[in-house]
């Protein structure tokens, strides 16, 4: 597993075999509160960076999600229609929201580490 | 990003409200938690146990100078409530109209326990404008003060009244809709039976220098927890319960917001009150248009602003309050649709983010109302 990367919009993305899994940080979720739904992407849409991609719902209010970088989405987490708490209880693992495939990986170098965007958020 | 704060007060809970863990946001120029540990949580503990919300941020007003048929006359020019039939201790919820019958706001109206005063507690971002009106309208016969001096701290959900107990016989007395002066914990608080949970519950004024004492002796309770704005936000909206600047204004009437009762019987056929010439219209010719409560399909929120439509999708209505209901596990609303597509049972259409969501109109509340109306 590679590096976690992670947005100024809290967003993380981490390389499992060359496909990008993205989420939410625990520290988004935390802000968020109780996630009541996800509406995801559709599978195949095509994404530039910053692009709107995901919607989190939380009693409160409305989020949007934007995607950190370009390219294809392979994969989106299914469980989360049923359990959109996991986003909560897990975000970072079980709680991840969609799979990229990326057009453009130097588009990761531009991305916060784990020590930078843990100083961001404290 | 943030506008300095200097401008926005704390209640007498702030620091308690702060070593709790709560987030504070800025409501209606007061920082108030939105959540502690979590709306949901919050929610689901007031409907089980007792939760302690801060509502020192509710404008107090006190009527006094008179006896009180002739201060509840003076009040029933401007309010339409049955004011006169009120017993003493006796509380009733009502509205301020303007001469187009729109309401200006609501509020709760209560007769002294000890007869020597009426108390009208109006929300917080009215209360200037409310206290205007009422000022106005009483025209230097009454004294009429905005309480200045007083937190409000609401104790709610159906293990509420066991606590009371602990300190005072009177939750042995009140039943839903009264009040009376109380001794608890030491402190003298003005105590009814009342919310805005639609659980049994009671709010409790008491004066700032006791509140912060007063809510750490509630709190110690193992079954008391605090509870921030969020939860006090979905949970009146399962309880069917309207607020203000939402789900009605001055462009909404009484009837078309489904409080009719707001407007008493007596008062329906005699007039007299601001607003009665248009209400009385709508009594006689019907509303054009409905506040219903909507259950949605699926899990995915329908929020205020939310248009409904019909099948060929043009817009019939709107959503004014809609939110996740954590009991039902289900997507609520309550939103405005035209009074002949009304009808409980009858599916709506909603449009969230350009997708249409089916729901269904059902019967308000929600959730049932879990009031003390007998001992």
Not at chain 2, 65 to 75: H, R
Not at chain 2, 85 to 109: A, H
Not at chain 2, 128 to 138: P, V
């Amino acid at each position: 597993m590679s590096e976690t990367k992670y947005s100024t919009d809290h967003e993380y993305i981490r390389l499992e075999a060359e496909v990008g899994v993205v989420g939410i940080s625990t520290y988004a979720q935390e802000q968020l509160g109780d996630i009541v739904y996800v509406e995801l992407p559709n599978v195949g849409a095509k994404l530039s960076k910053g692009d709107e991609v995901a919607v989190i719902e939380s009693v409160k209010a409305a989020s949007e999600l934007y995607s950190p970088v370009s390219g294809e989405v392979v994969e989106v987490n299914e469980a989360l229609n049923d359990e959109p708490a996991l986003v909560n209880s897990d975000a970072q693992g079980g709680g991840w929201i969609f799979k990229i495939s990326l057009s453009d990986k130097s588009e990761l170098d531009e991305m916060m580490d784990e020590a930078t965007y843990t100083s961001h958020t404290s | 990003m943030s506008k300095p704060e200097e401008n926005i007060k704390q209640t007498s809970l702030y620091n308690l409200h702060i070593a709790n863990g709560g987030r504070m946001v800025d409501f209606c120029g007061y920082s108030l938690p939105i959540q502690y540990s979590g709306i949901v949580k919050e929610h689901i503990h007031t409907r089980n146990s007792a939760s302690l919300f801060d509502v020192s941020h509710m404008g107090q007003i006190i009527i006094t100078g008179g006896d009180f048929v002739s201060m509840a006359k003076a009040l029933e020019v401007l309010i339409p409530a049955d004011i006169l039939s009120l017993k003493p201790s006796e509380m009733r919820y009502s509205v301020l109209l303007n001469e187009g019958g729109g309401i200006i706001d609501d509020l709760i109206i209560t007769r002294d326990a000890k007869d020597l005063a009426i108390f009208i507690v109006v929300n917080a971002a009215t209360k200037e404008n409310d206290f205007a009106i009422l000022q106005k309208g009483l025209a230097g016969d009454f004294d009429i003060k905005l309480e200045m001096g007083k937190s409000l701290i609401a104790l709610q959900g159906p293990k509420a009244a066991q606590v009371i107990k602990k300190y005072s016989s009177i939750a042995n007395e009140l039943v839903f809709m009264t009040s009376g002066y109380a001794n608890i914990a030491g402190f003298e608080t003005y105590i009814s039976r009342s919310g805005y949970t639609g659980e049994d519950g009671f709010e409790i004024s008491v004066a700032d220098e006791d509140a912060l004492e007063l809510a750490k002796i509630l709190l110690e309770n193992e079954d008391v927890e605090f509870a921030g704005l969020g939860a006090r936000d979905s949970l009146r909206l399962e309880a069917g319960l309207c607020l203000y600047g939402h789900d009605m204004n001055e462009e909404i009437d009484p009837i078309s917001a489904s409080i009719i009762f707001a407007i008493g019987k007596r008062r329906r056929e005699e007039g007299g009150f601001v607003g009665f010439e248009k209400i009385s219209s709508i009594l006689a010719n019907g509303v054009e248009q409905k506040r219903v409560g909507v259950i949605f399909d699926g899990r995915m929120p329908v929020r205020e602003g939310a248009e409904i439509v019909d099948e060929q999708g043009q817009k019939i209505g709107h959503v004014t309050s809609g939110s996740f209901s954590p009991i039902l596990e289900k997507p609520i609303a309550f939103a405005y649709v035209p009074k002949t597509l009304s009808k409980i049972g009858n599916s709506v259409i909603a449009i969230v983010r350009g997708k249409q969501v089916l729901g269904t109109i059902v019967k308000m509340p929600f959730i049932a109302q879990n009031y003390l109306r007998s001992h």
